[in-house]
């Protein structure tokens, strides 16, 4: 706390070689403890309101529009659990390293869409497929810190194929 205080009061005469990233990143480090607990909080949170938007999906005429709030603030809040255990900056560079960059991209495009197409175009069958597939990139997203499990999915999907062309073929 000394620390976050020295810096917010400009008495920290060594800041002077660090980059403002650094020296907020040192004045605001969790203990480990802290740290699961936000993971938890944040991913509870994001669960409770994917949960809730889907509950809501079956109220006339907003539901809709709650299930897509609902879900989106839900996968924002799940994405930013993973901050508390590794922190901001560390967790920003590897959602743009090169096996997640696409994966990334498409994921919080999909976010911005779903919304825009909500509320500015009023499009909800678009929000629905939006949805979809910010669902399948935040899949894919999250496949992608679990080592070779993109390529068993891939293989999975393809052997799937491969069954259904043969059935489609024998008809």
């Given at each position: 706390?000394?620390k976050?205080r020295?810096v917010?009061?400009?008495?920290?005469?060594q800041?002077?070689?660090?980059?403002?990233i650094?020296t907020?990143?040192e004045?605001?480090?969790?203990g480990?403890?802290?740290?699961v607990k936000?993971?938890?909080?944040c991913?509870?949170?994001?669960?409770?309101c994917t949960i809730?938007?889907?509950?809501?999906?079956?109220?006339p005429?907003i539901?809709v529009?709650l299930f897509i709030?609902f879900?989106t603030f839900g996968n924002?809040?799940?994405?930013?659990s993973?901050?508390f255990?590794?922190?901001p900056?560390?967790?920003l560079k590897?959602?743009?390293?090169?096996?997640?960059?696409?994966?990334?991209?498409?994921?919080?495009?999909?976010l911005?869409?779903?919304l825009?197409?909500?509320?500015?175009?009023?499009?909800?069958?678009?929000?629905?497929?939006?949805?979809i597939?910010?669902?399948i990139?935040?899949?894919?997203?999250?496949?992608s810190?679990?080592p070779?499990?993109r390529?068993?999915?891939?293989k999975?999907?393809?052997?799937?194929?491969?069954?259904?062309c043969?059935?489609c073929?024998?008809q």
């Amino acid at each position: 706390m000394d620390k976050l205080r020295a810096v917010l009061g400009g008495r920290d005469g060594q800041s002077d070689n660090r980059n403002i990233i650094e020296t907020a990143n040192e004045a605001s480090t969790l203990g480990w403890g802290t740290r699961v607990k936000g993971f938890i909080a944040c991913m509870v949170v994001g669960v409770g309101c994917t949960i809730l938007g889907v509950g809501c999906l079956f109220i006339p005429r907003i539901g809709v529009i709650l299930f897509i709030v609902f879900y989106t603030f839900g996968n924002l809040c799940s994405l930013a659990s993973t901050m508390f255990l590794m922190g901001p900056v560390k967790q920003l560079k590897r959602m743009c390293d090169k096996t997640r960059a696409f994966a990334t991209a498409v994921m919080l495009t999909c976010l911005v869409l779903t919304l825009c197409a909500a509320f500015w175009w009023k499009i909800f069958i678009l929000a629905l497929v939006l949805v979809i597939l910010q669902s399948i990139a935040f899949a894919w997203y999250g496949l992608s810190y679990i080592p070779f499990a993109r390529d068993a999915v891939l293989k999975f999907l393809s052997m799937i194929g491969s069954m259904i062309c043969k059935v489609c073929k024998k008809q």
